[in-house]
């Protein structure tokens, strides 16, 4: 069963700080790795999307990481602001050659930045 | 460009009412999919769209009908509600681009969500 996993649950950090967030995945066969910003209230915001080939790829202070060997992936947030505050989630591609998207996603990392 | 919207935003029905989820894009895709989302739980597809006319099932279809009868609209449709149909409801589109190893990726644009209540 094609699974994602974030950690942590949840995160309170103060602004200026710099954090990181996991997420393991157990999809199979991989396309691509997402990362989306929710803000409360709205829906989700694609922030990056990464293939088996890509291992870093970045958006401003948003730095993601794939690790496709050990099915792992990081969100690391660089200097936080409070609009930062969100949930982050994790959603990981299958390889399809049918309809849909095939998308599995994470429960979401919700992450708080406080002054 | 509006993106995607999704009307209404809240909602409350009482058991056994019907109701339609209105979602529109205005940025041509062929893309679209209806999504749920429940507390401490991803996102779950209910319906997909690849294209006007044509309508599949995701994960969690059961409760629910869709139509696609443009490229703008996808309308989602709860014939009979249920308590366990409460949920936050996100609709979303896509265009696939065929990356270097020809696979396609999609970028998905979602809507605001329409929060629902089932009483």
């Known amino acids: 069963k094609n699974q994602v996993e974030q950690s942590p649950q949840s995160l309170i950090i103060l602004e200026g700080k710099n954090c990181t967030l996991q997420?393991?995945?157990?999809?199979?066969?991989?396309?691509?790795l997402r990362w989306y910003k929710q803000d409360t209230g709205r829906g989700p915001v694609s922030l990056t999307i990464?293939?088996?080939?890509?291992n870093t790829k970045s958006n401003g202070r948003y730095t993601a990481t794939l690790d496709a060997d050990t099915k792992q992936s990081s969100l690391h947030i660089t200097a936080s602001q409070l609009s930062d505050s969100a949930s982050y989630i994790c959603?990981?591609?299958?390889?399809?050659?049918?309809?849909?998207?095939?998308?599995?996603f994470g429960t979401g990392t919700q992450l708080k930045v406080e002054l | 460009n509006a993106g995607v919207t999704q009307t209404p935003k809240f909602r409350i029905l009482k058991i056994g009412q019907s109701m339609t989820l209105q979602c529109t894009q205005d940025?041509?895709?062929?893309?679209m999919y209806w999504y749920r989302q429940d507390p401490g739980m991803g996102l779950k597809l209910i319906y997909y769209?690849?294209?006007?006319?044509?309508?599949d099932k995701g994960e969690v279809p059961n409760g629910y009908n869709v139509s696609r009868s443009t490229t703008e609209d996808f309308p989602l449709r709860l014939e009979l509600a249920a308590p366990s149909q409460t949920s936050v409801y996100f609709c979303?589109?896509?265009?696939?681009?065929?990356?270097?190893?020809?696979?396609?990726?999609?970028?998905?644009?979602f809507g605001s969500g329409t929060q629902l209540s089932v009483l």
């Open positions: 959603v990981v591609r299958a390889s399809s050659t049918g309809g849909g998207n095939k998308l599995t």
């Open positions: 940025m041509n895709h062929n893309y």
């Open positions: 990464m293939t088996f080939s890509e």
């Open positions: 769209s690849v294209g006007a006319g044509i309508t």
């Open positions: 997420c393991n995945y157990t999809v199979s066969p991989f396309s691509n």
């Open positions: 979303a589109s896509s265009y696939s681009i065929l990356e270097q190893h020809t696979r396609p990726s999609e970028k998905l644009f």
